[in-house]
């Protein structure tokens, strides 16, 4: 099926390739242009004519930049501070590896840790679903078995 708009700018002369980009320009501001009242009801109602009146008409301005480099003598005091600090701490750490890893923990300990049988970890190491019952020293006291409620 043949579009109904023939869109072929390959086919146009330079002649009529600046007067579709001159049309299209002319379209374009007339556009904005309708849209001003209601660019002028939103500025009117944000309140721009009063910075206009104290950033532009009053200077305000110059108390802004005046502002504005006081936060970046801020941001660069405390960026340089950082910066130091990394500093410090790549020329004091740089030969220490301390992300190695744990090693690994053994059945033994944990069921010394916990103070359950071997048996019984094992079993529960086996188990998907558990309950595990703890005193108010933190001990295990009781455990059950919850796979047959899973299913």
């Keep these: 099926m043949r579009p109904l708009i023939i869109d072929s700018p390959n086919l146009q002369s330079l002649k009529q390739k600046y007067l579709s980009t001159l049309l299209t320009f002319v379209f374009w501001v007339i556009w ?3 849209w001003m009242p209601l660019i002028t009801l939103i500025g009117w109602w944000t309140g721009i004519d009063l910075f206009y009146v104290h950033m532009i008409k009053l200077n305000g301005n110059q108390l802004l930049y005046q502002d504005l480099f006081f936060f970046l003598k801020g941001i660069s005091l405390l960026g340089s501070t950082l910066a130091i600090w990394a500093l410090y701490n790549y020329f004091r750490f740089r030969k220490v590896d301390r992300r190695t890893a744990l090693p690994p923990v053994k059945n033994e300990q944990l069921s010394a840790f916990f ?4 048996d019984n970890l094992h079993n529960l190491q086996d188990t998907k679903y ?20 899973a299913k």
């Design 32 to 34: 904005l242009y309708l």
């Design 115 to 118: 103070g359950i049988e071997k």
């Design 130 to 149: 558990i309950s595990v019952y703890f005193d108010q020293d933190g001990q295990i006291t009781e455990t059950r078995n919850n796979d047959a409620l």
